[in-house]
């Protein structure tokens, strides 16, 4: 691997020599096919200077370059060892083995109750739980399961969010009290015949907590799958009208409506499957249960931050970095957590970073609503800043690695770029980025923001610019 990367060094540094790559910045982007588009780069030594850019003062969309700015905030106020810790308090007393009164589980806000740190055990957590309920000694509770989720302020979408957006898993309801991401996880199997419709399956456990219309219809094997899945808007009816071609097999997360009520849901359907009995209701009680002087019986603390911090810029995860972000407003102010004041606090991080926060306007922390605007000039100086941060080590560690993890996976393999380029990618309708971090061919280390504005068409194109423009500066210095 280290001699294919000389060599491909070798063959850069010789082509750009001999004039074969573009002259400089401007001619790659005016010979780019995607001409309507507004394109911005700011390139950054490690210290902080410019050494190249194309239109770094123009307002850009950053999509998902803006869960940077959200996830170091967070850091900034936290610290990568923070843990979220979710409590199930007992209102009652044990007889024998059956605990007579309530049982208040206090949402935290922690966004990984699901499979993603737990080896793709969705219900990890809950085996926790039901254990230490079962170490308590009870097999029975003869009385109600509550949420309470006075974590949070009862706002369950950011501002901006598109209402076609919220049927999938990148918008989803966010909530103080969550499970498998707010989204039951559907697998479609076009196993019948041509005209038929297709066999359906999801998690958890085929949960009645959805129900699904399937009009979708198998097609013939040479044909192409065409998706469509619609959520009714504050409801768990989820319309399935996509064509499958036979043979064909489709996952899909689709969100649902009422998170505190599905966790709710989810959780006493597991305890009675793991031989706790729960007769009782499950129920979310306004105002929210008075949980001083109760007794914690069950607990579970998640992952540190930093990990958390790493699966959301690494996977892009729009749910996580919205939960992350109504955690930070609720850790600094002790009140119920909020968009406006979340965001408020991620731009009160920047501006003691000495930014011009004027030209960071967020409506989010994840980069999906319609409204956010910064600059490349902005975020490249950021990132440069961020270098000398307490928490940079759990910050650079978020970033997806060119060719071999997150959303680059599958970005710049064969390229000198490969495993040396360390970032984050952004997308939402019309707009595409890419900013981070990476050594050129001499040593030099080199910081970069990248945007692709108001463009037609595919994202293909626009990411073959903004790869020429990596090599181009990877072999220039």
Do not use: C
């Not at 001999?18 to 790659?28: K, N, P």
């Not at 901006?160 to 559907?186: H, Q």
């Not at 710049?412 to 970032?423: A, Q, S």
């Not at 910081?447 to 990596?470: F, R, T």
């Amino acid at each position: 691997m280290q001699r294919l990367h000389q060599g491909l060094t070798l063959l850069l540094l010789t082509l750009f020599s001999a004039g074969v790559f573009a002259q400089d910045l401007a001619s790659i982007i005016e010979s780019a096919p995607n001409q309507e588009a507004l394109w911005s780069v700011t390139v950054r030594d490690e210290n902080g200077s410019i050494v190249e850019s194309y239109n770094p003062q123009s307002l850009i969309v950053p999509a998902s370059n803006q869960k940077l700015y959200t996830t170091a905030a967070v850091l900034n106020a936290l610290g990568g060892d923070f843990r979220y810790t979710t409590n199930i308090y007992g209102d009652g007393v044990l007889v024998d083995s059956v605990w007579e009164g309530n049982l208040v589980i206090k949402g935290s806000g922690d966004p990984s109750i699901s499979g993603f740190m737990y080896d793709g055990n969705r219900y990890f957590v809950f085996s926790k739980l039901a254990r230490q309920l079962k170490d308590h000694g009870i097999k029975e509770i003869n009385g109600s399961l509550i949420a309470d989720v006075s974590y949070f302020n009862p706002e369950v979408y950011p501002k901006g969010w598109d209402w076609d957006d919220l049927s999938f898993y990148y918008g989803v309801e966010i909530s103080p009290l969550s499970f498998n991401n707010n989204a039951v996880d559907l697998t479609v199997l076009a196993n019948g015949a041509v005209g038929q419709k297709p066999e359906i399956s999801w998690f958890p456990g085929n949960t009645s907590y959805v129900t699904f219309l399937n009009y979708q219809k198998i097609t013939p094997p040479d044909t192409e799958y065409d998706e469509f899945y619609r959520r009714e808007m504050g409801d768990n009816r989820i319309v399935l009208g996509s064509t499958l071609p036979q043979g064909y097999i489709e996952k899909e997360s689709l969100s649902i409506s009422g998170a505190p009520m599905f966790f709710l849901q989810s959780f006493r359907i597991f305890l009675n499957d793991s031989g706790i009995k729960t007769p009782g209701a499950y129920m979310i009680q306004d105002p929210n249960p008075d949980i001083l002087g109760l007794k914690v019986i069950a607990s579970h603390s998640s992952e540190p931050l930093s990990k958390l911090v790493e699966w959301t810029n690494k996977e892009s995860d729009n749910f996580y970095a919205e939960m992350l972000l109504k955690t930070l407003d609720a850790e600094q102010t002790g009140e119920p957590g909020s968009f406006e004041f979340g965001v408020q606090a991620v731009r009160d991080f920047l501006g003691g970073m000495e930014l011009d926060t004027t030209y960071v306007i967020m409506r989010d922390g994840s980069g999906m609503a319609s409204g956010n605007f910064t600059k490349t000039s902005i975020l490249s100086e950021f990132l440069v800043k961020m270098q000398h941060h307490p928490e940079f080590n759990s910050f650079f560690r978020s970033m997806s690695n060119a060719g071999i993890d997150g959303t680059l996976a599958h970005r710049m393999k064969g390229t000198p770029l490969y495993n040396n380029f360390k970032g984050k990618s952004g997308f939402v309708s019309g707009a595409r980025t890419l900013s981070g971090y990476f050594t050129t061919a001499s040593g030099q280390k080199l910081v970069v923001s990248m945007a692709a504005n108001n463009y037609i068409g595919k994202v293909k194109p626009i990411d073959s610019v903004h790869e020429q423009i990596l090599q181009y500066l990877y072999a220039k210095y």
